[in-house]
């Protein structure tokens, strides 16, 4: 498979939410790999932040650490502030920072309820809108890209798969769908590209329990038509694509990355 990304992203600013682990910390690294600078947002695990920011550093790019909650807004704008004083601006925000907190729907405290939508879809409301406030100011700049900036917002296949038991992540989820298409249809004639990523069953922590073991692999492998779990690069590639000018027509579009878990695979057999 090919893995050569250097020059797709050359000289363009970008920050990954989320960027110390899992999906994030993929999306960072192919991003780095791609020739942009990476400010790597972490809400907690400063080591794991300086990891990540240390294999970019060793790729010859620049790469900072910087904690916010994206649920607060004042985290979020201090984020935004410190990560354009460093770099000068941002071209590319990967809206990823994202957490599950499941439980039977009956059961679910309002807690539990609030702090997925606060991170999963508040979180990338914040976060866009300071995205977006940084492009509508700085405008297109030709060497650069042909858009004024790219977001990237990490759904899910539950932003149309219903998912019992985790009804405040597929709300969430669903959310960040109408979230992502409205501003896509606002911010396109300013030249801001947005669109959603909607991985499947990636393999990173988020979802260990599904993986773990042989047997909770097999299962959920009878989901995933194509057979294989995802891995964070498979996303990764798509976020670069998508950042770069190969995809310049496209806005306001969810890409399913997901072995095609979205395709009823129940049916595959039966109906
Ligand atoms: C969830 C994972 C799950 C996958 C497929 C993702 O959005 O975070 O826990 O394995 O969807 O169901």
Redesign the pocket.
Known sequence: MPTDLSGFLQNQKALVTGGNSGIGEGCALALGAAGASVAVNYISDEPEAHRVVAAIRQMGRDAIAIQADVSKEEDVQRMFAETIRQFGTIDILINNA?L?QDAPFHEMTLRQWERVIGVNLTGQFLCAREAAREFLRRGVVPEVSRAAGKIICMS???EV?P?AGHVN?AAS?GGVMQLMKSMAQELAPKKIRINSIA????RTP??RL?WETPAALQA?LT?IPDRRIGEPEDIARTAVWLASDFSDYITGATIFVDGG?TLYPGFATGG
């Open positions: 994202g599950q899910s296949v539950h798969i998912w992540y989820k991985p499947g069953a990636i988020i979802n599904a959920l989901l878990m």
